[in-house]
C-alpha cells in the first residue's frame, strides 16, 4: 500500500497541480544522480519513465481500425508490471499520474467530435449514430487498452488489483489531487467490475480439509473478529459453523470476500457465544439445533476491489446454499459490530458541552450516578467525566455505572444508526451495507462485544440485520430510492426516547 509523510504528500499535492507544460519541462530537467523531483533515486529515473510509457502504452487504434489492429506483445504487460513492482511508494505517485495524465484521453480530439455531433443534429438519425459511436470510442483513454492486455497475462489482473489499491491510496490520502488520477481509478473500477461480475466468481466452502494455503488466507483476512490461533480457525470452520468465499479463476487460491456463518437454534444477541467460548461443540451437527444463519463477519480481502459489488452477492448466494442443505431454516441474520459509535458518541459529548446541552442527553437520575462515579460536579464537568469514560472504557470496571449508562447508551446507539445519515443514507458503513441488502434493522444488543476492541469501538454493543427473505427486494428499493429505513418496534422505540430527550 502506499502511504506517504506530510511533507511527502505536500510535495507530491503540489506537483500535482502544475500544468502539464511545466511537468514535462521538470521532467527534461537535468538530475543529479538521479535524483529529480523524486527523493530517492529510481531505476532509470524518469526518462526511464517516460520511455517506458512511450513504449508500452501503443496509440489507441483509428475508429476504422479499432477491430483490425494486431494486439500489441505479451512483454510489453510484463515490461510494464515488472518496472513498476520495482518502483517504491513515492515514485509510483509520479509513474501513475504521468500514464494518466499523458495517456489518456485525446480531449482535442473528443471536442472536435462533439462539435461535429452538434452540427449533425439535424441530418439523419444513421449518421447521428455514426458520430457518436466515434464520440463514445474517442473517449477511450490511450492506457485502456493497455489495462486490458495486462489482465491477459499470467499475474495481470491481480497486478492491476493491487494497482487500484494504490490509486485509492493515493485519492483517498490526497497525495495527489489531480483529476487524472481520478479518471484512472473510474477506468479501472468500471474494468475490475466486469471481471469480477458475479456469474464469473465462484463460491467455495471453507473447510478444516481445504487447501492449507487458503486456510492461512483466511485467518489473515479476517477484519471483525482476529483469528487468534489454528485451534480457533478449526472451531470457525467446524460443527455448526459455515466458511464462504469467492474465488476468481484469474486469482488462484486467493479468497476475494469472506462470510463466517454461526449455525444456531436463535438469532444470537452477542458474539462472544460464537467466537469466544470454548466449550466443545458436537462433533456430529443435529439438524434439530440448528434454526437460524448468524453472519457474524464478512470481511473484502482485497482492496483494489473496493467499490466493486460483492459482499452483496455472496450473502445472497450463501442464503440459498443454506436452504438447500438446511430447507426448514427461515431466519437468516447478521451479528454486526457499530465501528465507529463511540468515537461519534465522544465528539457528541464534547458539542453538547459547549453548547450547554448535556441535560438533554442523559435523564437527571443518569447524570447523577455519573457525577457520583467520577466525584465531578454537574454539568460541564461531569460531561467531560463521562466523554472520557467513554474514550477510555473505564465504564465498564464499575457494575453500577454500567446499569445506570445502558438505557442511555443503548438510546444513543439506535439514533447513531437510524437517524445520523451521509447524503441520506445511514452514516455508519456496516448498516448502510445490509441495509443496500435489504435486511431489516431488526434488534440492538447491550454487553454483545465485551472484548477490548468490542468496548471501544461501541460500547460492546451489537446490532442484528435481520433478512426477511420475502421483504428484501422492496427494503432494499425503499432504501436506495426513498432513504427509508426498514426497522424492528425497539429500534424505532429506542430512536423515539431519543428524540423526546434531545428534543429533536
Known sequence: MIFHPANWAFRSSVWCWRSRAVLKAALKASDVNGYRWYSTPIRGGVTGMEEILARVVAPLPTYETRDKSPPPPESNSLEFMHFYGSLDKEDKLGFLTKLSQDFGVDHTGVSELALRLLDAQLRDLVTILQIEDRLRYGLTPRYKQLLNHISRAEGGVKFLVDLRADVIEIISSKACEAPHIRDLNGTLKSLLSEWFSVGLLRLERITWQSPCEILQRISQYEAVHPIRNWTDLKRRVGPYRRCYAFTHAAMPGEPLVVLHVALTEDISDNIQSIVRELAALDFEEDVNKINAAIFYSISSTQAGLQGVELGNYLIKRVVRELQSEFPHMAQF????????????????????????????????????????????????????????????????????????????????????????????????????????????????????????????????????????????????????????????????????????????
Open 333 to 504: 441474520s447478521s451479528l454486526s459490530p457499530i465501528p465507529g459509535f463511540s468515537s461519534w458518541l465522544q465528539g457528541l459529548l464534547s458539542q453538547y458541552k459547549k453548547e450547554g446541552r448535556g441535560s438533554d442527553l442523559l435523564s437527571e437520575q443518569e447524570w447523577k450516578e455519573v457525577e457520583q462515579a467520577t466525584d465531578s460536579a454537574p454539568g460541564s464537568a461531569a460531561i467531560e467525566a463521562l466523554r472520557k469514560l467513554i474514550a477510555t472504557s473505564e465504564w465498564m470496571r464499575s457494575e453500577r455505572l454500567t446499569r445506570a449508562l445502558e438505557p442511555a447508551l443503548m438510546r444513543l446507539c439506535a439514533w447513531y444508526l437510524y437517524g445520523e445519515k451521509r447524503r441520506g443514507y445511514a452514516l455508519n458503513p456496516v448498516a448502510n451495507f445490509h441495509l443496500q441488502n435489504g435486511a431489516s434493522m431488526w434488534r440492538l444488543n447491550w454487553s454483545a462485544d465485551t472484548s477490548p476492541r468490542g468496548v471501544a469501538n461501541s460500547c460492546g454493543i451489537m446490532v442484528n440485520y435481520r433478512y426477511f427473505l420475502n421483504e428484501t427486494s422492496k427494503n432494499s428499493a425503499l432504501y436506495l430510492q426513498n432513504k427509508d429505513i426498514a426497522a424492528s418496534e425497539q429500534v424505532l422505540g429506542l430512536v423515539s426516547q431519543f428524540q423526546k430527550s434531545s428534543k429533536l
